[in-house]
């Protein structure tokens, strides 16, 4: 057999981020495939760890800039734990209104990058135009547009009063609407139909065995979502649902994006009825955080986020180890592009929706002799042999 070897990337592939895709095709069809990575490497598990715990939570929510709110959430709750105290409760709603304002933002823009991809330029900037919308309510909210640095030990910065509230639930219900225009899109368009439906089969059984994680598996049918698994900020006192599907295809992950962007918006309404009057931060914290260790994790809008977090006792995190949902869900789905046109290589990449600045991790495990190193995809499955 005669193949020729494409590398897509490792600037912009279907992203604006940095990965390459090695591609064998044998003509217009993927034979096989390799993902590489590490061109993005930042170091960032190290730095945390040389700050002290204050400093460390605005490091932490520079390992992604979309997804920056969860990431302190899921630091300044394990601190918490180490700590034994607990936020108020209003403090807890907001947290949660304004990690749902990212989830939105963040699934409206893989969606207005899917139409780019596909060609459909006029509505990945009429996409773009709505998500500004978004933007608008995450700095009305917090004070910043992008990262929302709102988070604090034991609270939030910034409240949120009867006016807030009135500005939020209008352009909730403008955003509501314009997420049924895109559905209405996905399901009657030609192009998105031809482009996406039965492209980038996922079984459920491939799921589990790979580890996926947020959409992509919950458009296989599995409802893991730890929002509702092990709820933490007010989930636990809010009704939603996850959102699942049974296609497995490109079309169904971006769909269960859409569909959770429409429970968002209701979590935001029920967090703003039920919004617990009182205090939104504790008036005290204690600068050292005690010997111990937790393992914090959140639902972030690509998939479960985990934070091991260990301290030895003094101002400094003795480790942070971040698990980010990326890390899983880009790395186990190479071989997904087999079988297919290399135009539908773009298509299943986006519609996993890989965050390449927060997976870039490395492992050294030393032996007697010599030290031996895991391949990112052992390490990916924990395959250490």
Not at 198 to 205: E, K
Not at 352 to 369: A, G, H, N, T, W
Request: glycine content about 6%.
């Amino acid at each position: 057999m005669t193949f020729v070897e494409i590398p897509i990337g490792p600037q912009h592939p279907a992203l604006h981020e940095p990965i390459l895709l090695r591609l064998k095709v044998d003509g217009e069809e993927v034979i096989d495939s390799e993902i590489s990575t590490g061109y993005n490497h930042r170091g960032v598990e190290k730095l945390l760890e040389k700050n002290t715990w204050i400093k460390s939570i605005y490091i932490s929510s520079r390992i992604c800039g979309i997804c920056n709110a969860v990431h302190m959430q899921t630091y300044v709750q394990g601190i918490e734990r180490l700590l034994g105290i607990e936020p108020p409760p209003r403090a807890n709603y907001i947290r949660t209104i304004v990690m749902e304002l990212e989830r939105i933002h963040s699934h409206m823009l893989l969606f207005a990058v899917m139409a780019e991809t596909i060609g459909f330029d006029t509505l990945f900037m009429i996409v773009m135009k709505d998500r500004e919308r978004v933007m608008y309510l995450k700095d009305l909210v917090t004070g910043n547009r992008v990262h929302a640095d709102i988070h604090i030990i034991g609270g939030v910065k910034r409240d949120i009063d009867d006016s807030k509230k009135e500005v939020i639930l209008k352009e909730l219900a403008y955003i509501e609407q314009r997420v049924k225009d895109y559905k209405k899109i996905m399901h009657e368009d030609y192009t998105f139909q031809k482009r996406l439906v039965n492209v980038g089969y996922v079984s459920r059984n491939y799921a589990l065995k790979n580890s996926l994680v947020g959409p992509p598996a919950r458009a296989s049918g599995i409802p893991y979502d730890i929002r509702a698994l092990e709820p933490y900020a007010a989930y636990s006192e809010i009704d939603f649902r996850v959102v699942t599907r049974e296609e497995g295809d490109s079309w169904s992950r971006m769909m269960v994006r859409l569909d959770e962007i429409s429970e968002s918006i209701e979590i935001i309404r029920q967090a703003l009825s039920k919004l617990p009057q009182g205090s939104i931060a504790l008036k005290t914290i204690p600068r050292v955080v005690k010997q111990g260790e937790y393992i914090s994790r959140v639902e972030a809008p690509r998939g479960e986020l985990i934070y091991h977090i260990v301290s030895r006792g003094g101002s400094t995190p003795y480790r942070v180890k971040v698990r980010t949902p990326s890390f899983f869900n880009v790395l186990n789905t190479e071989k997904l592009f087999i079988g297919h046109k290399l135009a539908d290589v773009p298509v299943i990449l986006v519609s996993f929706d890989p965050c390449i600045s927060c997976m870039e991790r490395v492992l050294l495990i030393e032996d007697k002799d010599k030290p031996r190193y895991l391949t990112l995809k052992q390490l990916s499955r924990w395959q250490p042999k």
